[in-house]
């Protein structure tokens, strides 16, 4: 059992990391806490499922449209709304969420709730490993997980786009000096963070099905994991979704599955208590701030 | 305007609420001049550069670069006109290494535009502008991040990452503040090679003594005002200089 629980606790902090990546590129970059984050990621699958059963395009075709269109959404968000309320904190917070909201129940009110929405598996097999069967599923998750983020590091160390957007996350004035659009890169972080998202439903969804309430949940998830790990910091999310992720399953075998969400939650409150800025946050210490 | 004016600042005013940081400022460029720009504390030279950077807007008036009017214009766009500004208060960005700080303007549209396309190797073109500011390339001080530098190579830093951008016109925010004489004396060469390449320079300095040795000419502004322009040996001279520096009535 001990073996299985290291396992599934892999592949959970894995789908933590995948579910918060795109929140923490976009916050990193733009400062925009992006609130409609758990929808975006549920619009891809509403699209995907949407493209395979209404328009009958197989899946893998159906997954990258709907990648393209959730990554043109994020944008086209920046653009015609958080251009306009820039460097207002809550006012950016309070549009996103209310986006996320409309979208979320825009396909409650369609009625796309049930069992049936759901995305199949890439393959359909399973492996045993360390005493416990695991579907090719997960491992695709492990090493979709891997790849992303590797990607992500060659991106943002060995591009000209990704120089920019460490050079904007570390002084918009600087990079303005220096001839970098700051609006453009910020619609092209808020928007590559949603593609992001759209990628991790894609690889996640098929373990579960499709529906409004998972997209708050994917938003609760990724606020946690990006809270503990430091609003900002890839290390950050990394270590924060292997924290949270081990700990939610260890609690669930051995203590009771009820008691998950109480962890994410508990631990939240710990971090925020002891280092507000969160683990590698880059955030001043309640001690500078006075 | 003058047909061969690089810069032309006429009539600028910049409030900030009831503050008149700036008041119908105006002034000519040439190419290949260096002007710098004088004044006490608070008199409005960091906001001059704003205003002609972009980085903040003009209330009144109009400001031109190679004939083409640039009031308002967002600052990356400035940038990719040619001109180039160094701040005040350094702004490196501190998490990357001093040579990934110089990629960044080497891939910027500016760049780009010049070299058509063609950059060669950037590392190696950042190591060796960072050589002629006078980074000690065997010391390996390139390679350390921007955060453990000393503010003798942050200043440096700051002068490569405008020179970079290969820019018509560089806009140094006093670049010897916070420096050592000998510090000083050793950018100084780097400012008249850069007059002896033909580049067109505005210095704003408190160090008036190294200014006025490479300065063609002097604008000095009070209270936001233009209140004396030309040779530093006759600005110096002026009443209104001596009672805004010394506070003295001549």
């Not at chain 1, 959730?70 to 944008?75: D, I, R, S, V």
């Not at chain 2, 960091?46 to 205003?51: A, E, Y």
């Amino acid at each position: 059992m001990f073996l299985g629980t290291i396992v599934y606790a892999l592949v959970n902090s894995v789908i933590l990391a995948l579910m918060a990546i795109g929140f923490n590129l976009t916050f990193g970059i733009s400062g925009v806490a992006n609130f409609a984050y758990g929808a975006l990621y549920i619009f891809s699958a509403y699209a995907s499922w949407m493209l395979m059963n209404l328009l009958h395009i197989p899946y893998l075709p159906a997954a990258v449209i709907s990648i393209l269109l959730t990554t043109l959404l994020g944008a086209l968000m920046y653009r015609f709304v958080l251009l306009r309320i820039r460097g207002q904190v809550l006012s950016e917070v309070i549009a996103t969420f209310g986006i996320g909201l409309a979208i979320l129940e825009l396909f409650r009110y369609l009625g796309f709730v049930g069992f049936e929405y759901t995305l199949p598996v890439f393959i359909d097999r399973s492996f045993f490993i360390a005493g416990t069967y695991v579907d090719m599923q997960r491992i695709i998750i492990v090493i979709a997980g891997v790849l992303i983020v590797v990607a992500l590091w060659i991106f943002t160390h060995h591009t000209a786009v990704g120089l920019a957007f460490r050079g904007i996350a570390q002084d918009e004035r600087t990079a303005l000096s220096l001839g970098i659009d700051s609006d453009w890169i910020a619609t092209l972080s808020v928007s590559f963070g949603a593609g992001l998202a759209a990628l991790a439903a894609t690889i996640i969804i098929p373990l579960g099905s499709i529906s409004p309430g998972e997209g708050y949940d994917v938003l609760i998830k990724a606020l946690a994991v990006c809270i503990i790990g430091g609003l900002g910091s890839t290390g950050g999310v990394i270590v924060a979704s292997f924290i949270i992720g081990f700990a939610e399953r260890f609690t669930d075998s051995y203590i009771g599955s009820h008691w998950t969400m109480i962890v994410s939650l508990a631990a939240i409150l710990i971090v925020l208590i002891v280092k507000p800025s969160g683990l590698f946050g880059k955030q001043k210490e309640l001690e500078e701030r006075i | 305007m003058a047909p061969s004016a690089l810069l032309q600042v006429t009539g600028v005013y910049k409030n900030f609420g009831g503050v008149q940081a700036v008041s119908d400022l105006s002034f000519e460029l040439s190419p290949g001049e260096l002007l710098g720009l004088i004044g006490p504390n608070g008199c409005g030279k960091t906001t001059t550069v704003n205003l002609i950077t972009g980085f903040v807007k003009p209330s009144q008036g109009k400001i031109f670069f190679q004939g083409r009017n640039i009031t308002g214009m967002a600052p990356h766009k400035i940038v990719r006109l040619g001109i180039a500004r160094t701040f005040q208060m350094v702004k490196p960005f501190y998490q990357l290494p001093a040579y990934k700080n110089m990629i960044i303007p080497l891939y910027s549209p500016r760049v780009k535009q010049l070299a058509g396309g063609k950059y060669g190797d950037r590392d190696a073109v950042a190591l060796d502008l960072l050589e002629e500011v006078g980074f000690e390339r065997d010391a390996y001080v390139a390679y350390k991040n921007a955060s453990v530098l000393p503010q003798g190579y942050l200043k440096r830093l700051e002068l490569a990452k405008a020179i970079a951008l290969q820019p018509d016109l560089m806009i140094l925010d006093e670049l010897f503040s916070g420096l050592s004489l000998a510090e000083v004396a050793s950018i100084l060469p780097i400012i008249e090679k850069l007059r002896q390449e033909g580049k067109t320079i505005i210095m704003i300095e408190h160090r008036l003594k190294e200014l006025f040795r490479i300065a063609d000419r002097v604008v000095v502004l009070n209270f936001g005002e233009k209140i004396a322009e030309g040779p530093s040996n006759v600005v110096m001279e002026s009443d209104a200089v001596k009672k805004a520096y010394l506070g003295v009535e001549a």
